[in-house]
């Protein structure tokens, strides 16, 4: 079955703690992303990757690292977590982002606090 | 002016009603055009692409004006399972989607 995995699903951390999201896709597609999604703001895109070792920064990078050392996996680091990072993150991926369809996964819950 | 506006709604309709968003994006260089459907606390997922010609699919009618910067979304004889939010998608040359804020839809008996 085709589909893009987030772990962990849900997460209580405290500030500071570092913490991974992994994401993994089994479609085999270049491109990847991840988005935070906070009540009226929406759907924000963090970080992008169009293919294995090209990452950039979405609109809102700032606390956040990935890596895409393999085609499937790209992680979402936060180094040291803050309050303000409380939030919904999805993971998707895409065949052709800009003419096709993003699959997401199923998003991760994290509350620091 | 932020790059792609929704009414956040809600839009409370009856069972069987016809409703309609619209979604203004502000860069005319955008190419493709999409509305998905997210319910909630649950990803988002693709409802359907809008092409220039307009495109039907089901009860759901997409259209695009470039002229005027805006695609919108039909949606005839609402049922109670079209209850979610609509999220309107527009992506340009960068690769990168925009995703407006979403319109809230309540489908009530």
């Known amino acids: 079955e085709a589909q893009v995995t987030q772990n962990p699903r849900y997460l209580i951390t405290v500030t500071g703690k570092k913490l991974t999201v992994t994401c993994s896709q089994n479609?085999?597609?270049?491109?990847m992303s991840w988005y935070r999604q906070d009540p009226g703001l929406g759907l924000r895109q963090i970080y992008y990757?169009?293919?294995?070792?090209?990452?950039d920064k979405g609109d809102v990078p700032e606390g956040y690292k990935v890596s895409r050392k393999e085609k499937r996996n790209f992680p979402l680091i936060l180094e040291s977590p803050s309050p303000n990072q409380t939030s919904l993150y999805f993971c998707?991926?895409?065949?052709?982002?800009?003419?096709?369809?993003?699959?997401f996964g199923e998003g991760s819950r994290l509350t620091v606090l | 002016r932020k790059e792609v506006e929704q009414d956040p709604g809600p839009f409370n309709v009856p069972e069987g009603a016809t409703v309609a968003f619209n979604c203004t994006y502000s860069?005319?260089?955008?190419?493709?055009f999409f509305w998905y459907r997210q319910d909630c606390r649950k990803e988002p997922k693709l409802l359907m692409s809008v092409y220039s010609s307009g495109n039907e699919d089901g009860r759901f009618t997409a259209q695009l004006n470039r002229a005027s910067q805006y695609i919108s979304l039909l949606i005839r004889d609402s049922k109670l399972s079209d209850s979610a939010t609509y999220l309107c998608v527009v992506t340009q040359r960068s690769y990168i989607p925009t995703f407006g804020r979403g319109t809230s839809l309540i489908v009530h008996p």
């Open positions: 479609m085999n597609h270049e491109y």
């Open positions: 990757s169009m293919n294995v070792e090209v990452t």
């Open positions: 860069n005319s260089a955008s190419q493709s």
């Open positions: 998707a991926s895409s065949g052709t982002p800009n003419t096709g369809e993003l699959f």
